[in-house]
């Protein structure tokens, strides 16, 4: 059994709790929708991805056994699961201060939901600044030296001296999985999503047979991209940039559009939403809101991507020569 400290142990049985939480809480949102019917598919798009946020959650699971076993995959894996998990939790505690604190008219129907409800939001964002606190503690504690020579002991011991084959930045690499893995998920879900909505770039929305070459052909650069990226092609690394602004200006101008509330429209009826509500659009929080907050994080992304920028070409440049 791999010597670690108290610390690490507790960490690995927090993402591991959490995990299972995740799984349960999604597995039982996903039977009740099942116990509501799948009526003329209405509720089949949203089943299909409470089932894929529930699977999600196994992910957690891997990385707590791997910190258990001491391999350095699992402590980035957890640096990861920390990053991603204190960012989602940022945002609904944002969300959250906006509906409870301020309720502005604006938000429509929501104001009256917040209204009816405000003791379980307030809940809902103590449950949340706990998840926070302990995604910060995760990023804290995996990164610091102490914690690092407990996992890189036992591969350094594994690993021949003479070895100098050339890496992916672990970041890096974390981002051309998740890549990869959100086109095979897109490709999926082609049926039930992006082979019935249109594309909207920039203020102008296509129709669905040029969407329908938009979004193979977006599936199908942000898959190269992860592969080049993992390969160590340096063309790779430029076109994941110029990919993830594309997408990030276009939302962010499509959404100050008067165009973009029919849309939005537009797509929830290719998607069959549910014909009990009245206007569907009615609980989307304002478009100058969500194109803010859209931005930030593509932000930050760009951000590491130009931060880690020479160490990908570094290796690349090894890995060619």
Known sequence: MPKLSLAVRFAA???????????????????????????????????????????????????????????????????????????????????????????????????????????????LGLAYLFVFSLAVWWIVLFSRKSVVAQFSSGAEASIPLTSSKPVCPPPIALLAWL???????????????????????????????????????????????????????????????????????????SQFSPNYPGYIRECLLALEFPSTINDPTAFVFPYWLTAILSVVPTFLLVVGLFYYRRSFLRAAAEAAG
């Open 179 to 253: 890549s990869i893995i959100s086109s095979a998920l897109a490709a999926f879900s082609w049926p039930l999503i992006f082979g019935r909505i249109p594309a909207m770039l920039f203020t102008r929305v296509y129709p669905i047979q040029t969407s329908q070459w938009i979004w193979a052909a977006n599936i199908l650069l942000f898959l190269l991209c992860g592969v080049g990226l993992l390969k160590l092609y340096r063309w790779s690394y430029d076109a994941t940039i110029v990919l993830h602004v594309f997408w990030t200006v276009s939302l962010f101008f």
């Open 13 to 123: 049985g927090s993402i591991l709790l959490l995990s299972f939480v995740h799984i349960a809480f999604w597995a039982l949102m996903g039977f009740w929708v099942h116990l509501m019917g799948i009526k003329d598919n209405q509720f089949t798009i949203l089943f299909v991805a409470i089932g894929v946020i529930s699977v999600l959650g196994f992910a957690g699971v891997a990385i707590a056994v791997g910190v258990l076993k001491a391999k350095n995959w699992a402590r980035v894996g957890a640096l990861a699961l920390g990053g991603v998990s204190a960012s989602i939790s940022a945002f609904a505690l944002f969300v959250l201060f906006l509906l409870i604190a301020l309720s502005p008219p604006s938000f429509g129907l929501l104001t009256n939901l917040v209204e009816d409800n405000r003791g379980g939001f307030v809940k």
